[in-house]
């Protein structure tokens, strides 16, 4: 590759309109407009017949299209999971105008429209290139959309924002001439906190960006991470990796990937089969080696780019707020309901007198990530008025207002609470993480959106929610894990017998820094079943659990499998 990096990344020169977001220049949405005009013409042909499904595939997966069960399916990029208000009012328009009037946000941070008609997929891209929206590298066997913590340049506990070097990976990465036809799609992760809310060891790559005793910042990374057919979690490949080398490292990771990734078989061609299949230390020595045969100096990004897109990040115009914690503290101890969605729904900010609100996209018996355009557009406007125009997709498919005042919270609040977005759940067994399932997808065995629902109606008292405490409950209705049930404390996995809804359990996943596969716990139980299954484990986890304080990840792993499954299989 002779490509300077160091040049490629300046050619888009930041115009820092305001801090808290990356804006597009005028080379950007050029682009845009010239991939839309592209694809609008390979639809023309498609619909007059001039280009088979055959042919059209590669080309409609490029530009985030799938053909589902009912329709075809537009995965829109959120980038690393930051929107500006102007773009979720946009988002809204999609859903109301070539949708039916709602997006789905998914785990990779992105929105999905269920609902699209062919001929209108070349305007709805239009439509999303007026805000800086797009879809390219939401499909194809690709470098995905970087994702990072949703409270990444707020959270207290962070110690280097992330998104700066999410949107270099995003620069790096958007058709990259050696990476765009990859043995398989290839997903990274960042984070900057002391806990991993990025989970990246679940990726291909994760990065955990980091400062050293000198305050030099470097990274950690981890390598050959997935879940899917076969779950595995990354092995960290190096311990510090200083910021000068970020992208070399990178290019030699995915060149020995490129290179010798089995594209001969679909279900072998992710880079955690040929990590296995070499092991670790191999695959270490083939990306050291390629790392020392790249020109360094090529791509290491001048400082004063790195300090231009930082400057994109830059925070936002705070307020000093004396006063602020006491008018909180006020109006939580006047609203029982405003203090559990305090408790529940709130994260800790780097700003005195500032918190990060997260909004609930699992009310009781919904469907979990899903939102109507009007509430887009209200959320929109809470961005505008109560956190700087800015808005966040989490990987457990919520909404976060970054940067609220902690004595404007109460008035956010209220606003959602008409608006069936302030349930109160983060983190319970209501908050519940789902693919679409058999509702929409072409390769789902089985439901996922109805066992969520009947899920979150089962545990539908918060009181009940709570004192069960912090549990992950995931759902995929394939092997694909779109629902990362491998991960989830309790996991279902649909699978197909002989025509019938079955579901696999797993216990004792996690997705953070104690990461972890769950294990299955027996033999799958069927749709009408499920629901009840759920039930026994919390009610096994209730008795045997040493006090209310011990979680249940916490409970399983001292008491194991066994008092679970004699309790699920002596009730079945």
Same mark, same amino acid.
């Given at each position: 590759?002779?490509?300077?990096?160091?040049?490629?990344?300046?050619? %888009?020169?930041?115009?820092?309109?305001?801090?808290?977001?990356?804006?597009?220049?005028?080379?950007?949405?050029?682009?845009?407009?010239?991939?839309?005009?592209?694809?609008?013409?390979? !639809?023309?042909?498609?619909?007059?017949?001039?280009?088979?499904?055959?042919?059209?595939?590669?080309? =409609?997966?490029?530009?985030?299209?799938?053909?589902? %069960?009912?329709?075809?399916? %537009?995965?829109?990029?959120?980038?690393?999971?930051?929107? #500006?208000?102007?773009?979720?009012?946009?988002?809204?328009?999609?859903?109301?105008?070539?949708?039916?009037?709602?997006?789905?946000?998914?785990?990779?941070?992105?929105?999905?429209?269920?609902?699209?008609?062919?001929?209108?997929?070349?305007?709805?891209?239009? #439509?999303?290139?007026?805000?800086?929206?797009?879809?390219?590298?939401?499909?194809?066997?690709?470098?995905?959309?970087?994702?990072?913590?949703?409270?990444?340049?707020?959270?207290?506990?962070?110690?280097?924002?992330? =998104?700066?070097?999410?949107?270099?990976?995003?620069?790096?990465?958007?058709?990259?001439?050696?990476?765009?036809?990859?043995?398989?799609?290839?997903?990274?992760?960042?984070?900057?906190?002391?806990?991993?809310?990025?989970?990246?060891?679940?990726?291909?790559?994760?990065?955990?960006?980091?400062?050293?005793?000198?305050?030099?910042?470097?990274?950690?990374?981890?390598?050959?991470?997935?879940?899917?057919?076969?779950?595995?979690?990354?092995?960290?490949?190096?311990?510090?990796?200083?910021?000068?080398?970020?992208?070399?490292?990178?290019?030699?990771?995915?060149?020995?990937?490129?290179?010798?990734?089995?594209?001969?078989?679909?279900?072998?061609?992710?880079?955690?089969?040929?990590?296995?299949?070499?092991?670790?230390?191999?695959?270490?020595?083939?990306?050291?080696?390629?790392?020392?045969?790249?020109?360094?100096?090529?791509?290491?990004?001048?400082?004063?780019?790195?300090?231009?897109?930082?400057?994109?990040?830059?925070?936002?115009?705070?307020?000093?707020?004396?006063?602020?914690?006491?008018?909180?503290?006020?109006?939580?101890?006047?609203?029982?309901?405003?203090?559990?969605?305090?408790?529940?729904?709130?994260?800790?900010?780097?700003?005195?007198?500032?918190?990060?609100?997260?909004?609930? %996209?699992?009310?009781?018996?919904? !469907?979990?990530?899903?939102?109507?355009?009007?509430?887009?557009?209200?959320?929109?406007?809470?961005?505008?008025?109560?956190?700087?125009?800015?808005?966040?997709?989490?990987?457990?498919?919520?909404?976060?207002?970054?940067?609220?005042?902690?004595?404007?919270?109460?008035?956010?609040?209220?606003?959602?609470?008409?608006?069936?977005?302030?349930?109160?759940?983060?983190?319970?067994?209501?908050?519940?993480?789902?693919?679409?399932?058999?509702?929409?997808?072409?390769?789902?065995?089985?439901?996922?959106?109805?066992?969520?629902?009947?899920?979150?109606?089962?545990?539908?008292?918060?009181?009940?929610?709570?004192?069960?405490?912090?549990?992950?409950?995931?759902? #995929?209705?394939?092997?694909?894990?779109?629902?990362?049930?491998?991960?989830?404390?309790?996991?279902?996995?649909?699978?197909?017998?002989?025509?019938?809804?079955?579901?696999?359990?797993?216990?004792?996943?996690?997705?953070?820094?104690?990461?972890?596969?769950?294990?299955?716990?027996?033999?799958?139980?069927?749709?009408?079943?499920?629901?009840?299954?759920?039930?026994?484990?919390?009610?096994?986890?209730?008795?045997?659990? =040493?006090?209310?304080?011990?979680?249940?990840?916490?409970?399983?792993? =001292?008491?194991?499998?066994?008092?679970?499954?004699?309790?699920?299989?002596?009730?079945?």
């Amino acid at each position: 590759m002779d490509m300077d990096i160091a040049d490629g990344l300046a050619v %888009l020169p930041p115009q820092a309109t305001r801090a808290g977001i990356y804006h597009y220049d005028a080379y950007d949405r050029e682009f845009l407009r010239e991939r839309v005009a592209e694809f609008r013409g390979q !639809v023309e042909r498609r619909l007059a017949g001039a280009l088979t499904e055959d042919e059209f595939k590669p080309l =409609r997966l490029m530009n985030g299209l799938y053909l589902q %069960l009912h329709a075809y399916m %537009l995965r829109c990029a959120v980038p690393y999971g930051i929107l #500006s208000s102007h773009q979720m009012r946009q988002f809204a328009h999609v859903a109301r105008t070539y949708d039916r009037g709602y997006g789905h946000f998914t785990t990779r941070q992105n929105i999905q429209f269920n609902w699209i008609k062919l001929i209108d997929a070349p305007d709805v891209l239009a #439509s999303l290139a007026e805000a800086d929206l797009h879809a390219i590298q939401t499909s194809g066997n690709c470098i995905r959309n970087v994702t990072t913590d949703e409270y990444a340049g707020a959270a207290a506990d962070e110690s280097v924002d992330p =998104r700066v070097y999410a949107e270099i990976l995003r620069q790096w990465s958007t058709l990259h001439p050696e990476f765009s036809f990859l043995p398989r799609k290839f997903k990274i992760a960042i984070t900057g906190a002391a806990v991993d809310r990025a989970a990246i060891q679940m990726h291909d790559i994760g990065l955990a960006v980091k400062r050293n005793a000198e305050g030099q910042i470097g990274f950690e990374v981890w390598v050959g991470g997935g879940l899917g057919r076969v779950p595995v979690l990354a092995f960290k490949i190096c311990d510090w990796l200083p910021e000068d080398d970020f992208l070399a490292y990178m290019e030699a990771v995915l060149r020995v990937y490129n290179a010798l990734g089995g594209r001969e078989n679909i279900h072998k061609a992710r880079i955690k089969i040929l990590v296995r299949d070499v092991g670790h230390e191999r695959f270490t020595e083939m990306v050291e080696r390629e790392f020392g045969f790249i020109p360094k100096q090529k791509y290491r990004i001048d400082p004063a780019v790195v300090d231009a897109i930082r400057a994109h990040f830059a925070p936002p115009p705070f307020d000093v707020l004396p006063h602020a914690e006491a008018t909180l503290a006020r109006h939580v101890a006047e609203n029982a309901g405003f203090a559990a969605w305090v408790r529940q729904n709130t994260h800790p900010h780097k700003q005195p007198g500032y918190i990060s609100a997260v909004i609930s %996209l699992k009310p009781i018996g919904g !469907v979990p990530g899903d939102a109507t355009a009007e509430q887009m557009d209200a959320v929109a406007d809470l961005a505008d008025r109560y956190s700087f125009d800015e808005l966040r997709v989490s990987h457990i498919q919520n909404l976060v207002l970054p940067h609220v005042r902690q004595d404007e919270l109460f008035d956010v609040w209220q606003a959602l609470v008409p608006l069936e977005l302030a349930t109160p759940n983060i983190g319970t067994i209501s908050d519940i993480i789902a693919c679409p399932g058999l509702d929409y997808c072409s390769l789902a065995n089985a439901r996922a959106i109805p066992v969520a629902q009947d899920l979150s109606s089962r545990f539908a008292d918060l009181e009940r929610q709570y004192n069960i405490g912090q549990l992950f409950l995931n759902i #995929s209705g394939c092997i694909n894990a779109c629902g990362h049930h491998h991960v989830g404390h309790i996991g279902l996995l649909g699978v197909d017998k002989k025509g019938e809804e079955f579901y696999q359990i797993t216990l004792g996943g996690s997705a953070t820094n104690d990461a972890a596969i769950g294990e299955i716990i027996g033999a799958a139980v069927p749709y009408d079943k499920v629901v009840d299954a759920v039930e026994t484990l919390i009610q096994t986890y209730l008795a045997v659990r =040493r006090d209310a304080d011990e979680k249940f990840i916490d409970t399983y792993r =001292r008491v194991g499998m066994a008092p679970f499954k004699d309790a699920l299989y002596a009730a079945a």
